[in-house]
């Protein structure tokens, strides 16, 4: 299996930034596609951002402009860089990795961000 380690949440001001982590270790062949999502008290898990191995990036519309989804691939390692942080964005972040062959959908533990004054 692979696992997922993420790092770099924390409380942060209204406009301020921030920079997630996430590495994949384990039996890892390939790596399709790693992301970000978030989930905020009593709402669903909803998609951030998603990188696959050859670059496409794929974005929420409430993060475009704002935040910046990019991946090294050796390392097997995916970064979120979130700019011009609000209120709005305090959720629970989790990394994603994904591969159809061999299949596997890995998640993270977890890493809480709060943007508040």
């Known amino acids: 299996q692979v696992q997922l380690a993420e790092s770099g949440g924390s409380l942060v001001q209204p406009g301020g930034s921030l920079r997630l982590s996430c590495a994949a270790s384990?039996?890892?062949?390939?790596?399709?596609?790693m992301g970000w999502y978030r989930q905020a008290p009593g709402k669903q898990r909803e998609l951030v951002a998603t990188?696959?191995?050859?670059?496409?990036?794929n974005y929420a519309e409430s993060v475009k402009g704002r935040f910046t989804i990019f991946r090294d691939n050796p390392k097997n390692t995916v970064y979120l860089q979130m700019n011009s942080l609000k209120p709005e964005d305090t959720a629970v972040y989790y990394c994603?990795?994904?591969?159809?062959?061999?299949?596997?959908?890995?998640w993270g533990q977890g890493t809480q961000v709060t943007v508040s004054s």
């Open positions: 994603n990795a994904r591969n159809n062959w061999p299949y596997y959908n890995s």
């Open positions: 384990g039996s890892i062949f390939s790596v399709n596609v």
């Open positions: 990188i696959t191995s050859t670059g496409s990036t």
